[in-house]
């Protein structure tokens, strides 16, 4: 042994048996394992990255707040140097503005601010919490396999970071891995949306002009002069800002230059109140690519295992509604876990006992998203037509899903785009 061996903390071995595993150590993984071991339960939870990383899914919706606050970890959140999220303000293909969807507007309440986070930070943050609350949380740990025996989930292989293999037991298996979907690929659920198969570019840029005062933390959306794509822009602390554009494969892959870089600023040039914007800035890494990331899975549990976050699905990053349904997942599933296990079933009814009501904000949530691209539908008009909706779309933009009944204003979205979809009746 070498002196600084000796100077690290004994680190227990990792046991054969767990009430409760946990692949993934995102938000939706952090979630499920804190409050899964809050019931008592005795919880592993494995990330494969040894240190933080740099992650999309930057911008919180207010709706996180509640979940955040059952971790305890508020005023965690609150201290660090993340901008005040306040509004989400949409800009058209002509380049105006919508007046900013203030959280605030109809809900005059603290919850109704929130964040943009640096998720290496967030994501950290949430895995100490898991940690200081009973959670085995293993850095540099993989699944590499999830085990079965027949249809139930056992347990699952892990790869350590000196590259031994190991296999953990457990009552139930959660498959956190986001965008990885080890059990639902494996078990061929993943169902992806047809109509939504985009590609996002994007990066981090110094040096953007930013707005001021309650403005300077808003998420700005920006439709491209041909209505084909979209940038997000979301300010970061200490003046850096994430930007991406978001488009359908066929238009910003195929046929383009294979460069990533050149693609954006080809798309740049047709977003002017944008490009204004990063006039001056310089992007501080390289740019990085996503493509297939919407899809949902045909189940959220089955015998011994749970889906939560993207492993189990993902929409869009329009809204930025991913780390909130990754969160509230999460809590779903936590007490569905917790009661399967109190009453010694965990199986596939017992463990999905939330899909249900997890699908209703998903579904809502879904609608608003094929609303936004769908080419003949404008938000603009439809707020004109039906005033009273917009306190319910300022509802869906803070994430308040689960909060309040919005099937009017659902069913009010779908008929005004059955409406402008009709052809126009010929003069006669
Ligand atoms: C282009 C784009 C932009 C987005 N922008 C936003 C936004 O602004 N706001 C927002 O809320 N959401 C946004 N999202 C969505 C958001 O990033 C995700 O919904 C969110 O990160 C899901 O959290 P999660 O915990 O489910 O998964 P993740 O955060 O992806 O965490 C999964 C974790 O599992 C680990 N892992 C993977 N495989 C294994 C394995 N085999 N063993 C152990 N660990 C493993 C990974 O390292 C990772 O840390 C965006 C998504 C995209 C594609």
Redesign the pocket.
């Known amino acids: 042994m070498t002196r600084s061996d000796e100077r690290k903390p004994a680190v227990s071995p990792i046991r054969a048996r767990y009430d409760v595993l946990v692949?993934?150590?995102?938000?939706?993984?952090?979630?499920v394992a804190t409050l899964v071991a809050a019931h008592g339960h005795d919880v592993l939870l494995?990330?494969?990255?040894a240190t933080p990383?740099f992650?999309?899914?930057?911008?919180?919706?207010p709706a996180?707040y509640w979940s955040l606050q059952r971790l305890g970890v508020l005023d965690e959140v609150r201290a660090r140097a993340f901008p005040k999220k306040w509004s989400v303000q949409f800009f058209d293909h002509r380049g105006a503005g919508s007046k900013p969807f203030y959280f605030h507007e109809f809900r005059p309440e603290e919850s109704s601010q929130t964040w943009q986070v640096l998720?290496s930070e967030f994501?950290q943050l949430l895995l100490d919490n898991a940690a200081r609350k009973g959670v085995d949380v293993r850095r540099g740990?993989?699944?590499?396999e999830a085990l079965f025996d027949g249809g139930r989930a056992v347990g699952a292989r892990?790869r350590l970071d000196d590259g031994s293999e190991t296999e953990v037991a457990s009552r139930v298996l959660v498959d956190?891995?986001?965008?990885?979907a080890?059990v639902a690929r494996r078990l061929g659920l993943r169902e992806f949306e047809p109509n939504l198969r985009n590609v996002?570019y994007?990066t981090h840029f110094v040096g953007a002009r930013l707005d001021e005062g309650i403005d300077a933390g808003a998420?700005l959306i920006f439709r491209t002069a041909d209505r084909k794509a979209w940038f997000?822009f979301?300010p970061l602390p200490d003046g850096v800002a994430?930007v991406?554009v978001?488009g359908p494969v066929e238009h910003l892959v195929e046929g383009r230059a294979a460069d990533p870089q050149a693609v954006f600023a080809e798309e740049l040039g047709r977003c002017e109140r944008l490009a204004e914007r990063l006039a001056t800035a310089c992007p501080t890494m390289p740019m990085k690519a996503?493509r297939d990331?919407s899809y949902f899975s045909r189940e959220v549990a089955g015998d011994g295992w749970v889906l939560?976050?993207?492993?189990?699905g993902?929409i869009?990053?329009i809204y930025?509604?991913?780390?909130?349904?990754?969160l509230k997942?999460?809590e779903m599933a936590a007490d569905a876990i917790a009661a399967a296990l109190a009453a010694g079933a965990p199986t596939a009814e017992s463990l999905g006992s939330f899909g249900p009501e997890l699908r209703r904000g998903t579904e809502a949530l879904r609608q608003l998203v094929y609303a936004y691209y769908d080419p003949r539908f404008s938000f603009a008009s439809f707020l004109e037509r039906h005033p009273q909706h917009r306190r319910d779309l300022t509802e869906m933009l803070v994430g308040n899903v689960y909060r309040m009944p919005l099937d009017d204003f659902v069913a009010a979205l779908a008929e005004e785009r059955r409406r402008v979809s009709r052809p126009a009746r010929a003069a006669p």
């Open positions: 692949a993934g150590g995102g938000p939706a993984g952090a979630t494995v990330e494969r990255s990383q992650k999309v899914g930057e911008s919180l919706m996180t998720r994501d740990v993989a699944v590499s892990l956190a891995t986001g965008q990885s080890l996002a994007y998420t997000w979301i994430s991406g978001v996503i990331f939560v976050g993207d492993a189990y993902f869009d990053p930025s509604s991913g780390v909130f349904l990754a997942s999460g």
